[in-house]
C-alpha cells in the first residue's frame, strides 16, 4: 500500500524515468507541475502546442527548456492528436492534459483509426490523501460515466484495479459501497455489487478482492465492522470505493477535499496508457502528483511489456 503522497514521490523517484505527452502545454500550472518532476529526475517531456508560449512561461518559472522538446501545434485538437500519435509511437509513455477541454483529448484518445482505447469503457480515478485515513483512497467512477449498468460497473473495477497493480498493489481491496449492505431487488446497485463480488471471485477483475454491497461506515473502519458484526477483509483497510454511479463519485470526492482537509489526484484510466487529467483551474500541486501516479504506472507496465 502506500500510506500519503510523500511515499508516492519516494516510489516514483525510484523507477525509471518516463516521457510524457503534454497535450496544449501553454500553461503555467501544468507546465511547473512537469518541469518540477522533470527536475527531480522523475519523466521526461514533450511539450505540444504554442512554441513560444512555452518557452515564454518555461523562462518565468526559471526553466531553460530545450527546444527540440516543443511540437508546434495551432488548434487544440491538433495538439491532442499529436500527443496520442507519440503515445502510439512508443515515444511518450502516457499523456498530461494542459490548457484545453477535456473531450478534446478524450476524443483523441477514443478514436478508432488513430487512438489509443482498449475497446472498454474508460474511467476516472481520483486518489485522495485524507486526514484520518492510513492510507491513500481510490474513488471510481465520479468524472467519466454518469450512470454505469453491471456491465460498466465491472469495467470500472477492472480499470481501478489495473491502476493499482500498476501502483504496486498486489490484492487491491476494493469495496462497492451502497447505501445498505445488504441485498435488496429495490436497491439495484446494491444486486450489481453482489454481482461484483462474485465477478471478483471468479477472476475478472485480476488479483484483487471485492466486497459489496457495504455500506460506506462498514469499508472505511474497522470499528464501525466490530460494532455492527460485520466482518469482510476491506473493513477499515479499503484501497479503492466503487461507487454507484458518477454523481455520488463526484460529490464524494468534492466534500473529502472541501470539508475533510483531502489532497487529490485525478487520472484516467482504460486506454493504453493512463492519462494524468485535472481541471484547468486544478492546482501545482494537484497536477504534480497526478504525474507522478501516471508515471508510476507506465513504468510497470513497461517493466511487464518487458
Known amino acids: 500500500m502506500i500510506h500519503s503522497f510523500t511515499e508516492l514521490r519516494e516510489r516514483a523517484g525510484a523507477v525509471r524515468p518516463q516521457t510524457v505527452a503534454v497535450a496544449c502545454a501553454h500553461d503555467a500550472h501544468t507546465l511547473e507541475a512537469v518541469l518540477h518532476a522533470a527536475q527531480e529526475g522523475i519523466l521526461n517531456y514533450l ?59 478524450l476524443k483523441a484518445v477514443v478514436n478508432k483509426q488513430t487512438g489509443i482505447g482498449l475497446g472498454r469503457p474508460m474511467s476516472h480515478v481520483a486518489l485522495l490523501e485524507l486526514p484520518g485515513y492510513p492510507k491513500l483512497l481510490g474513488v471510481t467512477d465520479g468524472g467519466m460515466i454518469p450512470n454505469p449498468d453491471l456491465e460498466g460497473k465491472k469495467a470500472i473495477a477492472h480499470n481501478a484495479v489495473a491502476m493499482f497493480h500498476g501502483l504496486g498493489y498486489e490484492r487491491p481491496l476494493v469495496s462497492a459501497v451502497c447505501a445498505a449492505e445488504n441485498v435488496s431487488p429495490k436497491i439495484i446497485e446494491t444486486v450489481d455489487a453482489a454481482a461484483l463480488k462474485q465477478a471478483a471471485l471468479e477472476g475478472t477483475f485480476g488479483s484483487c478482492y471485492v466486497e ?16 455492527k458484526g460485520y466482518e469482510s477483509p476491506v473493513t477499515g483497510e479499503t484501497d479503492i470505493l ?62 511487464n511489456a518487458e
Do not use: W
Not at 511539450?47 to 527540440?68: D, K, M, Q, T, V
Not at 459489496?212 to 460494532?227: C, T
Not at 470539508?259 to 484547468?280: E, Y
Open 47 to 105: 511539450l505540444i502546442g504554442h512554441p513560444e508560449e512555452i518557452l515564454s512561461i518555461g523562462r518565468s518559472l526559471g526553466h531553460a527548456i530545450a527546444p527540440e522538446t516543443v511540437i508546434p501545434a495551432a488548434t487544440d485538437e491538433e495538439a491532442a492528436a499529436i500527443a496520442v500519435s507519440l503515445v502510439r509511437e512508443g515515444r511518450a509513455g502516457f499523456l498530461q492534459k494542459g490548457l484545453m477541454q477535456t473531450a478534446t483529448i
Open 212 to 227: 459489496g454491497p457495504i455500506s460506506l461506515d462498514l469499508a472505511l473502519s474497522r470499528e464501525s465492522a466490530q460494532i
Open 242 to 303: 466503487l461507487v454507484p454511479g458518477m454523481a455520488a463519485g463526484n460529490m464524494m470526492v468534492k466534500s473529502l477535499v472541501l470539508f475533510a482537509g483531502a489532497r487529490m489526484v485525478g487520472v484516467v484510466t482504460g486506454a493504453k496508457c493512463p492519462i494524468a487529467l485535472n481541471s484547468r483551474s486544478a492546482s501545482f500541486e494537484e497536477k504534480y502528483h497526478s504525474l507522478l501516479v501516471c508515471a508510476l504506472m507506465s513504468s510497470s507496465r513497461e517493466e
